[in-house]
């Protein structure tokens, strides 16, 4: 199996082949031909792609490093060795342990084999489209066969609080900032200027799903059906909530970073500026970048769709350098503009007049509530007639922008 650094070297090398192709066509100052063009973006998307894998490696690995660190034995005096005994802490009961499982329960780590798509299936072994090829006549393999799961990643950038107690997160807001300082002589003071405070209030939403398994199946199936459900009901809890941070109306539900709003990002922080009604400009990007404060560019971040990300991967600027290059070093992340980014199936991808097709923003500003931990419930007696095992998956959750100013949304002309 290939390491870490030669699938480095690898995605380096098909971004190189691309960028050939490319700087072939503009070197004969033509257009790429079809099948340059599709060679070209045949390369591209298998560079994205082993991006994708290589982020899930590396955080893969720091996730193992961390349960080996947080399982590690509490050291104990030899016998006869001066000083006391120390309490062997449970593993799990650490705090170290409860942030690694929550993170891989919402972020759906790519290594964990989980059911397939339908959310509400009730599997039965004798109905093969309904999970029955789950156990097999021939000789099985304990796996799972299913699309790859759309990464959901805003969790692992947003700041995260929990609610114990209250039923809300009261958020305290500067409205009216003071006026600069003026210079003055020794004994006065200045002008007078007004500072006021107000409060964002953040209250978490119920959310919750249920399904239902045949027990014929959890006795019979060469793999784990109950673990299976349980991590697909968590990632299928973490897809919803990354569609509500992203697009979310703030009706029972978080308010999401594309839909404006008073409450988080109103549409004074939108720029259309240097793109067409159909899309994104190089032009365009560079005016998002510098309408967002420098003071926000150290810890911002892109959000784009795979489509918008497709097309800005050929845009270049007014000296024919891309706008898009590529983390080839451990650890380096790829970039537009200097920025990281990332490629989201949620982030909006319709390429109209007037509709929203990125952002950038610090989303450290983006807060997330929760009450409630993703918490499996196993239902034994409910469905006992029909020889089924119910579960039922809960949380509360909400979330919201709560500084304007720390995002800029990019949008169509």
Known sequence: MATIAEKQHERGQKIEQARAIQSKADAESRKMSTD???????????????????????????????????????????????????????????????????????????????????????????????????????????????????????????????????????????????????????????????????KRELRPHPLA???????????????????????????????????????????QQPLGVFTASADGIPTTQDVSTGNTGTAIGADGLIEAKYFLKAAYWP???WIFSRAAAKNIRKLKDGNGNYMWAPGLTGGTPDTILDMPYHVSEFAPSTFTTGLYVGILGDFSNYWIVDALDTTIQRLVELYAETNQTGFIGRAEVDAQPVLAEAFVRVKLG
Do not use: C
Request: glycine share 6%.
């Open 209 to 251: 799903k249920r399904i239902k398994v045949s027990n014929k199946l959890m006795r019979a199936a060469a793999m784990s059906p109950e673990t299976l459900v349980r991590d697909r009901l968590a990632y299928k809890f973490a897809v919803t909530q990354e569609k509500a941070f992203l697009t979310g109306t703030g009706v």
């Open 299 to 301: 810890k911002a971040e």
């Open 36 to 198: 340059e063009g599709v060679e070209f973006d045949r390369l591209m998307e298998a560079a994205e792609q082993d991006g994708i894998q290589i982020r899930r490696e590396q955080k893969l690995a720091e996730l193992e490093t961390d349960l080996r660190r947080v399982n590690e034995p509490a050291q104990r005096p030899e016998p006869g060795e001066p000083g006391s005994y120390r309490a062997v802490q449970n593993p799990r009961a650490t705090p170290a342990y409860r942030q690694i499982f929550r993170q891989y329960l919402l972020d759906g780590p790519a290594a964990i084999h989980v059911m397939p798509h339908e959310q509400r299936a009730t599997l039965q072994m004798d109905v093969y489209t309904k999970g029955g090829a789950l156990v097999a006549p021939e000789e099985f393999v304990n796996d799972l066969i299913k699309a790859v799961d759309d990464r959901v990643f805003i969790r692992q950038l947003a700041t995260k609080y929990t609610v114990t107690s209250a039923a809300a997160l009261g958020v305290p807001t500067l409205d009216a900032d003071p006026a600069d300082a003026d210079w003055t002589t020794e004994l006065a003071t200045g002008n007078e200027t007004d500072m006021t405070f107000g």
